[in-house]
């Protein structure tokens, strides 16, 4: 599948901001066998004083820019055309949740795809108690890692209710999971936090997902959006897979990778500091248009 994805992000602010620095990570990434970015552009409105590109850890490019004079407003424009390719369907290789930790213990690098890194706490995420609890569902179990990580994904997708409403950006995991409400960006975190405390290495993706509009309805511009989903490491055979709690799916051709990380954190669209006060407004559209 081919895509045209285009992303707008504006800030007002009450009071004119300035002196800010941003980091970025909004550009599709190229995946071998996975995904292609084939072209890719960001603007941003006022023009940066000072920019600059960089890949960070996990293999995001990601751009830097420093804005010294005041603003009123801050719009960040990307676009980009993605070739995402089918991933072949495999036979399960994954071994059972009690063979595991020695695949873990044999993994010896700490490169980005390293499963040692989704182990443990990570900026967002610390161990919640109940959560933990909830997680004891599947100890002892006879499934494999694979089958085990599809089964969270299916009980968080029927336990939990997409409400975009209900938390925020910063709402921590403990109050999304105590609501049973949230959107993707709770649903992953609920569901990392689950496969840890099974001392399953699982991470964050941060992506687009192309949306279809119903039978007999077009489809309209700025419906789609910034989209999130579950890596898990599977064993040394099985490798990464990634699964959708949101929509209780496995990632296919209508995901499409943004960022890797460890939690949200790693993989925010926009991070950064600026001087100003009072409070500000976000606005975010997203069109995921497949080209015939």
């Keep these: 599948m081919f895509y045209d994805v285009t992303l707008r992000i504006g800030y007002a602010y009450d009071t004119r901001a300035s002196g800010a620095r941003h980091i970025l990570r909004v550009l599709p990434l190229s995946l071998v066998d996975r995904q292609r970015?084939?072209?890719?552009?960001?603007?941003?409105?006022?023009?940066?004083?000072?920019?600059?590109?960089?890949?960070?850890?996990?293999?995001?490019?990601?751009?830097?820019?420093l804005l010294r004079n005041p603003h009123e407003t801050l719009d960040i424009r990307m676009q980009a055309r993605v070739q995402v390719v089918a991933e072949a369907v495999s036979a399960d290789f994954s071994p059972l949740l009690a063979t595991l930790p020695e695949e873990i213990a044999a993994y010896w690098s700490l490169d980005a795809a390293s499963p040692h890194h989704f182990l443990?706490?990570?900026?967002?995420?610390?161990?919640?108690?109940?959560?933990?609890?909830?997680?004891?569902?599947?100890?002892?179990?006879?499934?494999?890692?694979?089958?085990?990580?599809q089964a969270v994904c299916a009980r968080i997708?029927?336990?939990?209710?997409?409400?975009?409403t209900a938390t925020t950006v910063d709402t921590p995991p403990r109050e999304s999971f105590e609501?049973?409400?949230?959107?993707?960006?709770?649903?992953?975190?609920?569901?990392?936090?689950?496969?840890?405390?099974?001392?399953i290495p699982a991470g964050y993706v941060?992506?687009?997902?192309?949306?279809?509009?119903?039978?007999?309805?077009?489809?309209?511009?700025?419906?789609?959006?910034?989209?999130?989903?579950?890596?898990?490491?599977c064993g040394r055979l099985a490798g990464w897979i990634e699964l959708d709690p949101t929509n209780n799916i496995s990632a296919g051709t209508d995901h499409i990778v943004v960022g890797y990380g460890r939690d949200y954190s790693d993989v925010a669209p926009v991070i950064g500091a600026l001087r100003s006060s009072g409070r500000?407004?976000?606005?975010?559209?997203?069109?995921?248009?497949?080209?015939?």
């Design 120 to 149: 443990g706490e990570s900026p967002r995420l610390s161990a919640v108690a109940e959560i933990s609890d909830y997680a004891r569902q599947w100890q002892g179990t006879s499934l494999t890692v694979r089958e085990l990580a």
């Design 206 to 233: 941060s992506g687009f997902l192309r949306t279809v509009p119903p039978p007999g309805q077009e489809r309209l511009e700025g419906a789609d959006a910034m989209h999130a989903w579950v890596r898990v490491w």
């Design 280 to 292: 500000h407004t976000t606005v975010q559209a997203v069109d995921v248009v497949p080209i015939p």
């Design 37 to 65: 970015l084939i072209a890719g552009s960001i603007t941003v409105s006022p023009t940066p004083d000072e920019q600059s590109h960089f890949t960070d850890f996990f293999g995001h490019p990601a751009t830097s820019m």
């Design 157 to 164: 997708h029927a336990d939990f209710t997409y409400d975009a």
């Design 179 to 199: 609501l049973r409400r949230g959107v993707c960006q709770d649903f992953v975190h609920v569901m990392i936090l689950v496969l840890r405390a099974l001392g």
